[in-house]
C-alpha cells in the first residue's frame, strides 16, 4: 500500500512497490485519458527552495494531466521562508492547505525533516547532493520501457559522480536488482562519494570498476548516463572551470559504443553531449524527460491513493 506514504530516499519503496509504479505509469502512456480526472479536487503544493525547470514542471503538469491543481514557490525569497520560518512549520502549515507535496532543498536531508513533521506524503524533488529518488523513478521506467528490464547490464555512470544527487539515487536503486555492473567514470576529484562505496555496492557485493577515460569503457556499456558537473556545489570557481569540460560525448566515441546502448542524462545539459549525438538513435535523455512526467503521475496518483 503506497497510499499515504512519502518518498525521501529510492530505498524507501520494495521493488514490488516500484513495480507498481511502473505498471500504472505503463498505463498512464497507453491510456492518458482515464487518468485524466482521477485527481480532481486534489492539491500539489511545490516548494522549490532551489532552481529547477524540468523537475517542477514534471511534477506540475502530471498534476494538471490527473486533474488536480498547483500552487508553489520556486524562489524562497518571495515566501516566508525569507523571515526565518523553519522546514517544520513551513511544512505544517502548508499540509493544511496541500494533499501532496513536493520539496526541493539546497539542505541534504531537508525533505527528510518535512516528512517527520508532515501530515500528507512528501516527495523530495532532490536535496543537495544527496538523492533524487523521482529523477530514479525516472531513468528506472526509461531503462525498463527501453531495454525490457532492470537486471543484467553494464551501466557507465560518467561526470560528477561526487556532488551529483541523480548518480547516488541510480546506484541505489539499481543495486537492487540481478546482475548489474557500473563502470564510474569521473575525474579524481569528483568520484562517488565513500558512503555510496561501501555501504551500497562493496556490502552488496555489486561488481564496480572506476575509470578515468570514457574512451577506454565505452564499448563495454549497456547504458551511459551523461551528468552535468554540478557548479553551484563547488566552493571555488578555478575547480569547476578546470573540471568542467571533463567529458565531452561526440560522434566520435560514440563510434566505440555498441549500437543497442542507450545514452541517458537527467538534463540539464551544458557541454557533456555535443548536440551531435542528438539524432544518434542511441540518446535517449528527451524521451526520458517525457516518462518523467508519466512516472511522477503515477507515484503521485499511488501515494494520494485515488487509483
Ligand atoms: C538534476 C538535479 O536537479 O539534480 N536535474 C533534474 O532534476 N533533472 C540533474 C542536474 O541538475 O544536473
Redesign the pocket.
Known amino acids: 500500500m503506497l497510499k499515504g506514504k512519502s518518498l525521501i530516499d529510492p530505498m524507501d519503496f520494495s521493488i514490488d512497490e516500484l513495480e507498481e509504479i511502473f505498471k500504472l505509469a505503463d498505463d498512464i502512456i497507453e491510456n492518458p485519458e482515464q487518468y485524466s480526472k482521477i485527481a480532481f479536487g486534489k492539491i500539489l503544493a511545490t516548494l522549490f527552495y532551489e532552481p529547477?525547470t524540468?523537475?517542477r514542471f514534471s511534477f506540475e503538469t502530471a498534476m494538471l494531466r490527473l486533474g488536480g491543481q498547483i500552487v508553489g514557490f520556486s524562489e524562497p525569497n518571495s515566501t516566508s521562508v525569507s523571515k526565518g520560518e523553519t522546514v517544520a512549520d513551513t511544512i505544517r502549515v502548508v499540509g493544511c492547505y496541500a494533499d501532496i507535496i513536493a520539496m526541493?532543498h539546497p539542505k541534504e536531508g531537508a525533505p527528510k525533516i518535512a516528512a517527520m513533521y508532515s501530515e500528507v506524503p512528501i516527495i523530495n524533488?532532490?536535496d543537495g547532493g544527496h538523492q533524487?529518488p523521482t529523477?530514479t523513478l525516472t531513468d528506472l521506467l526509461t531503462i525498463r520501457k527501453i531495454k525490457g528490464n532492470l537486471n543484467n547490464s553494464t551501466i557507465g555512470i560518467c561526470g560528477d559522480l561526487k556532488f551529483?544527487?541523480?548518480v547516488h539515487s541510480l546506484i541505489k536503486a539499481l543495486s537492487r536488482y540481478k546482475n548489474n555492473k557500473f563502470i564510474l567514470i569521473s575525474p579524481n576529484e569528483l568520484k562517488i562519494p565513500n558512503y555510496i562505496k561501501k555501504e551500497i555496492l562493496e556490502k552488496n557485493n555489486i561488481d564496480f570498476v572506476e575509470a578515468k577515460k570514457l574512451e577506454d569503457v565505452i564499448e563495454n556499456l549497456d547504458i551511459l548516463y551523461m551528468?552535468?558537473v554540478?557548479k553551484e556545489r563547488f566552493f571555488n570557481e578555478e575547480d569547476y572551470i578546470r573540471l568542467k569540460d571533463s567529458y565531452i560525448l561526440d560522434k566520435e566515441k560514440l563510434e566505440l559504443a555498441k549500437k543497442d546502448m542507450i545514452i541517458l542524462h537527467?538534463?540539464?545539459r551544458v557541454n557533456e553531449i555535443d548536440y551531435e549525438v542528438d539524432e544518434d538513435e542511441r540518446a535517449c535523455y528527451f524521451k526520458q524527460a517525457k516518462f518523467?512526467m508519466y512516472v511522477r503521475m503515477a507515484l503521485m496518483a499511488k501515494l494520494l491513493g485515488v487509483v
Open positions: 529547477s524540468r523537475t526541493r524533488a532532490g533524487h529523477q551529483g544527487r541523480t551528468t552535468r554540478q537527467p538534463l540539464p518523467g
